[in-house]
């Protein structure tokens, strides 16, 4: 009887992505996703995250509904008077 690996435990997180990449401004990315098999791409991103410091970045907090409505309204204020 085959022993195949055994089943993950815990709670799955799964996330779609889709990279658009341009030729002469994203040619290292490009020839780095090239370089991998496609179905070993999600494991060298994950690897090449982990490694290149791509988990420290620093994201700022979307505003709060209020404070959103209260930039479009100044914006507004700006470009129409």
């Known amino acids: 009887m085959p022993r195949g690996r055994p089943r993950r435990t815990g709670v ?5 992505l889709k990279l658009y990449l341009w030729e002469g401004e994203d040619d290292d990315l490009i020839a780095f996703l090239e370089g991998i098999p496609p179905r070993r791409r ?6 090449a995250l982990r490694s290149g ?5 620093w994201v700022q907090p979307l505003p709060a509904d209020a404070e959103a409505a209260d930039a479009d309204m100044d914006l507004d204020a700006f470009l129409f008077d």
């Open 12 to 16: 799955q997180h799964v996330y779609n």
């Open 42 to 47: 999600a494991a060298a991103l994950k690897t």
């Open 53 to 57: 410091g791509g988990l420290n970045l």
